[in-house]
């Protein structure tokens, strides 16, 4: 059984960075395919950032691509994503997942384990 604890959320002004961090438990995380996505009121569940760590690609939406960065620590197991110049519309709870097949993918039905999400909230 994987567990993933988010943490790192909070209230900031636009402009300023977070990092959120994700720890996981069970195995090491390179041996499952991580992701973050996040959630707004009101919207749908959508794609944030992953990555490949056996090639060390990394994939991100259009909307955070140049601001947002995937990365991950072994010492730590735990799985970063940090947000730079946020905007009020990453306002979200954002959460990371697991699945088993290692795989990279934006797809979230691809995704086997979710934390319970951190919120972040930006304000103009």
């Known amino acids: 059984q994987v567990q993933l604890v988010e943490s790192g959320g909070g209230l900031v002004q636009a402009g300023v960075s977070l990092r959120l961090s994700c720890a996981v438990s069970?195995?090491?995380?390179?041996?499952?395919?991580m992701g973050w996505f996040r959630q707004a009121p009101g919207k749908d569940r959508e794609f944030v950032a992953t990555a490949n760590w056996r090639t060390g690609y990394r994939y991100y939406a259009d909307s955070v691509k140049g601001r947002f960065t995937v990365s991950g620590e072994s010492a730590k197991n735990t799985v970063y994503l940090q947000m730079n110049s946020l905007k009020p519309e990453d306002t979200a709870v954002y959460y990371c997942?697991?699945?088993?097949?290692?795989?990279?993918?934006?797809?979230?039905?691809?995704?086997?384990?979710w934390g319970q999400g951190t919120q972040v909230t930006v304000s103009s």
């Open positions: 069970g195995r090491t995380f390179s041996s499952y395919g």
């Open positions: 997942a697991a699945n088993v097949g290692g795989r990279a993918t934006r797809v979230l039905r691809d995704y086997d384990y």
